[in-house]
C-alpha cells in the first residue's frame, strides 16, 4: 500500500525559506514521477501545480515559483523534497505530495496524495 506522508510546514516571514520534506513506503521513489501541488486560500477546491520530477530527476516548475523553489529525491532515504526559498505571501496554502505508478511525468495527473503539510508566509 502506497503512503505519503508530508512534513516540514511551518510560519515564516516573506523573504525566507522552508524545506518540505514527503516520505514515501510502498514504492520507490526513484522509480516514480513524483509532484507538488499546494491548495491556496480562496482556492480550496483546486490543486495547483508547483513542480514535477520524474524517474530520470527531470524536473519542472510552474512559472510562480520557478527560480525559488527547488524539488528533489532522496532515493536511499525514500524521501521527495521541495526547497522553498525567497517565499512570498501568495505561497500561503497546503501543500500535498502526490506520485503516479509510471517513472515518466506524462500531464499532471497523479494517483497516489499525502495528507498535505500548511505553510503561512506572512508579509
Known amino acids: 500500500q502506497v503512503q505519503l506522508v508530508e512534513s516540514g510546514g511551518g510560519s515564516v516571514q516573506a523573504g525566507g525559506s522552508l524545506r518540505l520534506s514527503c516520505k514515501g513506503s510502498g514504492m520507490t521513489f526513484s522509480d516514480h514521477c513524483l509532484g507538488w501541488f499546494r491548495q491556496t486560500p480562496g482556492n480550496e477546491r483546486e490543486r495547483e501545480r508547483v513542480?514535477?520530477?520524474?524517474?530520470?530527476?527531470?524536473?519542472i516548475y510552474s512559472d510562480p515559483v520557478k527560480g525559488r523553489f527547488t524539488i528533489f529525491k532522496e532515493p536511499v532515504e525514500n524521501i521527495l523534497y521541495l526547497q522553498m526559498n525567497r517565499l512570498k505571501p501568495e505561497d500561503t496554502g497546503l501543500y500535498y505530495c502526490?506520485?503516479?505508478?509510471?517513472?515518466?511525468?506524462?500531464?499532471w495527473g497523479f494517483g497516489f496524495w499525502g495528507q498535505g503539510t500548511q505553510v503561512n508566509v506572512s508579509s
Open positions: 513542480a514535477r520530477i520524474d524517474g530520470d530527476d527531470v524536473a
Open positions: 502526490a506520485a503516479r505508478s509510471s517513472s515518466r511525468c506524462v500531464g
